[in-house]
């Protein structure tokens, strides 16, 4: 299992990013995905999440209303559309899944790092 996130990077106060993850190795229309963040001192936590087909949907209540999790199972893409980002928004994205392979395992991506800084 292969999870490689991108676009990250600096972006003023209320402006917007994109992020991707590309996944590989398992069955990706299968299993649901979920963006986690982790900023300087903190612990991570989970930012959205999004079930195998696309029609159940999650949000931390911190960016309810600003960010948007997608997903193409045709791409074997996960995506993140962030708007209105505030500078508590700084962190490491990361990417997750958990995929069953006798056994459940839960992988990650190496992170991206998004700077919300005037």
């Known amino acids: 299992v292969q999870l490689v996130e991108s676009g990250g990077g600096l972006v003023q106060p209320g402006g917007s990013v994109r992020l991707s993850c590309a996944a590989s190795?398992?069955?990706?229309?299968?299993?649901?995905m979920s963006w986690y963040r982790q900023a300087p001192g903190k612990e991570r936590e989970l930012v959205a999440a999004i079930n195998s087909a696309g029609g159940s949907i999650n949000y931390a209540d911190s960016v309810k209303g600003r960010f948007t999790i997608s997903r193409d199972n045709a791409k074997n893409t996960v995506y993140l559309q962030m708007n209105s980002l505030k500078p508590e928004d700084t962190a490491v994205y990361y990417c997750?899944?958990?995929?069953?392979?006798?056994?459940?395992?839960?992988?990650w991506g190496q992170g991206t790092q998004v700077t919300v800084s005037s």
């Open positions: 997750n899944a958990e995929v069953y392979n006798k056994g459940w395992f839960r992988y």
């Open positions: 190795g398992f069955t990706f229309s299968s299993y649901p």
